[in-house]
């Protein structure tokens, strides 16, 4: 009987890991477009022009991991094909209720802005994070790279909201005066 350990890693792309890797693909297919049109109203919302600036510049960059997990699929001999993600479609909902329960043009709404960002460009970094080792041991050297692509420009997003936050935002919503 042939061990598992004596297969390719080659082998190992052709079968459950395969499909496997492939549900998370669609899964983060449905999650980036999404977004897409999520992050607009999150710019909307949004009281700093800093703020409305990063969504706006993220929203650039989504549309880009749209087409290059396009790319992946295309690379896989695969339809590009999108499965509905229940964690960002949550973390989406959560956004618009944080857009729902705080002020126009406070301080507050950017905060509740910015924790609804980084819980969606967090789910991105462990997707990316993950789907990018497993193309890497299943020897898929392109693939990787384009999934690494994408996980550095998630980082860079999360890393600008963190800067947005530190920077002014949580201070200013502290010192609103509440009604
Ligand atoms: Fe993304
Ligand atoms: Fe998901
Ligand atoms: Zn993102």
């Not at 944080?98 to 997707?127: M, P, S």
């Not at 420009?153 to 200013?172: F, M, P, Q, V, W």
Request: proline letters at 2%; a negative charge.
């Amino acid at each position: 009987m042939p061990t598992q350990d004596q297969q390719s890693p080659k082998a190992a792309l052709n079968s459950k890991l395969r499909e496997f890797f492939l549900d998370q693909l669609r899964d983060i297919y449905w999650a980036e477009q999404k977004l897409v049109k999520t992050l607009p109203k999150l710019s909307e919302a949004a009281h700093s022009d800093d703020l409305r600036a990063a969504f706006d510049s993220h929203l650039i960059e989504t549309e880009g991991h749209v087409s290059r997990l396009e790319q992946v699929f295309t690379l896989l001999g695969e339809k590009a094909k999108a499965v509905e993600c229940p964690a960002l479609k949550g973390i989406a909902e959560e956004g618009e209720d944080i857009i729902d329960e705080t002020e126009d043009n406070t301080a507050q709404r950017d905060v509740g802005l910015i924790f609804a960002g980084q819980k969606a460009e967090h789910y991105e970094i462990a997707t990316y994070g993950s789907l990018k080792q497993l193309a890497k041991d299943m020897d898929q050297t392109e693939i990787a790279d384009l999934l690494n692509q994408t996980l550095t420009e998630e980082k860079a997003a999360n890393d600008k909201l963190t800067e947005l936050a530190t920077s002014g935002i949580n201070r200013e919503a502290a010192a609103e005066i509440a009604d």
